[in-house]
Protein backbone atom coordinates (compact mmCIF):
# COMPACT_ATOMS: atom_id res chain seq x y z
CA UNK A 1 0.00 0.00 0.00
CA UNK A 2 1.71 3.19 -1.73
CA UNK A 3 0.26 5.78 0.29
CA UNK A 4 -0.70 4.36 3.85
CA UNK A 5 0.66 6.42 6.22
CA UNK A 6 1.49 2.88 8.76
CA UNK A 7 3.05 1.27 5.82
CA UNK A 8 5.55 4.09 4.85
CA UNK A 9 5.96 4.26 8.68
CA UNK A 10 6.83 0.60 8.10
CA UNK A 11 9.03 1.36 5.45
CA UNK A 12 10.97 3.90 7.12
CA UNK A 13 9.99 6.73 5.29
CA UNK A 14 8.03 8.43 7.94
CA UNK A 15 9.82 8.50 11.14
CA UNK A 16 8.00 7.06 14.51
CA UNK A 17 9.25 6.54 18.16
CA UNK A 18 9.25 2.78 17.49
CA UNK A 19 9.28 0.85 20.75
CA UNK A 20 9.05 -2.78 19.61
CA UNK A 21 9.76 -4.90 16.28
CA UNK A 22 10.23 -8.82 15.18
CA UNK A 23 9.04 -10.02 12.04
CA UNK A 24 5.42 -9.39 11.78
CA UNK A 25 4.59 -6.69 14.12
CA UNK A 26 6.08 -3.14 15.00
CA UNK A 27 5.09 -1.04 17.45
CA UNK A 28 5.54 2.88 17.97
CA UNK A 29 4.52 5.54 20.37
CA UNK A 30 0.86 7.52 19.09
CA UNK A 31 1.89 10.97 17.93
CA UNK A 32 -1.12 12.43 20.22
CA UNK A 33 -0.65 10.24 23.25
CA UNK A 34 -4.09 10.02 25.50
CA UNK A 35 -2.19 8.77 28.44
CA UNK A 36 1.17 8.76 29.56
CA UNK A 37 1.53 5.77 28.03
CA UNK A 38 -0.07 5.40 24.25
CA UNK A 39 1.79 3.16 21.86
CA UNK A 40 -0.19 1.92 18.34
CA UNK A 41 1.00 -2.37 17.48
CA UNK A 42 0.72 -2.61 13.70
CA UNK A 43 1.13 -5.68 11.32
CA UNK A 44 3.56 -4.70 9.30
CA UNK A 45 1.96 -6.40 6.42
CA UNK A 46 -0.94 -4.18 5.36
CA UNK A 47 -4.32 -4.82 6.36
CA UNK A 48 -7.15 -2.50 6.39
CA UNK A 49 -9.02 -3.17 9.66
CA UNK A 50 -10.63 -5.94 11.42
CA UNK A 51 -13.63 -6.11 8.77
CA UNK A 52 -11.10 -7.30 6.41
CA UNK A 53 -9.78 -9.93 8.72
CA UNK A 54 -9.40 -13.57 7.17
CA UNK A 55 -8.03 -16.59 8.73
CA UNK A 56 -5.09 -16.03 7.03
CA UNK A 57 -4.35 -12.63 9.11
CA UNK A 58 -5.09 -15.21 12.46
CA UNK A 59 -1.63 -15.24 13.07
CA UNK A 60 -0.41 -11.95 12.94
CA UNK A 61 -3.28 -10.72 14.63
CA UNK A 62 -2.22 -13.02 17.53
CA UNK A 63 1.24 -11.37 17.54
CA UNK A 64 0.04 -8.60 18.24
CA UNK A 65 -2.47 -9.39 21.35
CA UNK A 66 0.76 -11.47 22.66
CA UNK A 67 3.29 -8.51 22.48
CA UNK A 68 1.30 -6.26 24.12
CA UNK A 69 1.78 -6.80 27.98
CA UNK A 70 5.48 -6.80 27.51
CA UNK A 71 5.52 -3.60 25.73
CA UNK A 72 2.89 -1.85 28.15
CA UNK A 73 5.36 -3.01 31.32
CA UNK A 74 8.49 -1.81 29.29
CA UNK A 75 6.77 1.56 28.79
CA UNK A 76 6.06 2.10 32.34
CA UNK A 77 2.49 0.16 32.43
CA UNK A 78 3.25 -2.29 34.61
CA UNK A 79 0.07 -3.15 36.77
CA UNK A 80 -2.43 -3.57 33.39
CA UNK A 81 -3.63 -1.45 30.38
CA UNK A 82 -6.32 -0.89 27.96
CA UNK A 83 -6.18 -1.85 23.96
CA UNK A 84 -8.42 -0.57 21.73
CA UNK A 85 -8.84 -1.44 18.33
CA UNK A 86 -10.77 0.72 16.49
CA UNK A 87 -12.65 -0.60 13.26
CA UNK A 88 -14.98 1.42 10.35
CA UNK A 89 -16.87 4.72 10.69
CA UNK A 90 -18.78 3.15 13.57
CA UNK A 91 -15.83 2.13 15.49
CA UNK A 92 -13.88 5.65 14.99
CA UNK A 93 -10.93 4.11 12.51
CA UNK A 94 -9.12 7.18 11.13
CA UNK A 95 -5.75 4.94 9.77
CA UNK A 96 -6.80 2.83 7.92
CA UNK A 97 -4.42 -0.15 8.91
CA UNK A 98 -5.53 -2.29 10.99
CA UNK A 99 -3.43 -0.84 14.74
CA UNK A 100 -4.60 -1.91 18.45
CA UNK A 101 -3.62 0.79 20.74
CA UNK A 102 -2.33 -0.03 24.52
CA UNK A 103 -3.06 3.13 26.76
CA UNK A 104 -1.92 3.31 30.12
CA UNK A 105 0.40 4.53 32.98
CA UNK A 106 0.43 3.96 36.88
CA UNK A 107 -3.14 5.20 37.15
CA UNK A 108 -6.22 3.68 35.93
CA UNK A 109 -7.59 4.70 32.40
CA UNK A 110 -10.72 5.20 33.57
CA UNK A 111 -13.91 4.30 31.94
CA UNK A 112 -14.21 1.96 28.70
CA UNK A 113 -16.38 4.55 26.77
CA UNK A 114 -17.69 8.48 27.56
CA UNK A 115 -21.00 8.64 29.32
P1 LIG B 1 -7.70 5.53 15.22
O1 LIG B 1 -8.68 6.61 15.53
O2 LIG B 1 -7.92 4.28 16.02
O3 LIG B 1 -7.58 5.26 13.73
O4 LIG B 1 -6.31 6.06 15.74
C1 LIG B 1 -5.32 6.60 14.91
C2 LIG B 1 -4.20 7.02 15.82
O5 LIG B 1 -3.04 7.21 15.04
C3 LIG B 1 -4.46 8.33 16.57
O6 LIG B 1 -4.40 8.08 17.98
C4 LIG B 1 -3.34 9.25 16.08
O7 LIG B 1 -2.86 10.09 17.10
C5 LIG B 1 -2.29 8.26 15.62
N1 LIG B 1 -1.38 8.72 14.62
C6 LIG B 1 -1.67 9.37 13.46
N2 LIG B 1 -0.55 9.63 12.77
C7 LIG B 1 0.48 9.13 13.49
C8 LIG B 1 1.91 9.08 13.30
N3 LIG B 1 2.49 9.60 12.21
N4 LIG B 1 2.66 8.51 14.27
C9 LIG B 1 2.09 8.00 15.37
N5 LIG B 1 0.76 7.99 15.59
C10 LIG B 1 -0.04 8.56 14.67
ZN1 LIG C 1 -0.87 0.05 5.45
Redesign the pocket.
Known amino acids: MQDC ?2 CR ?1 VRGE ?4 KVYEDDEVLA ?7 RPV ?1 V ?1 VIPKRHLTSLADASSEDAAMLGRMLVVANRIAVDQGSPDGFRS ?3 TGRI ?6 HV ?1 M ?1 IVGGQEPVGPMLKR
Open positions: LFIIPAAFRDIQPQHLIINGGQEVMHH
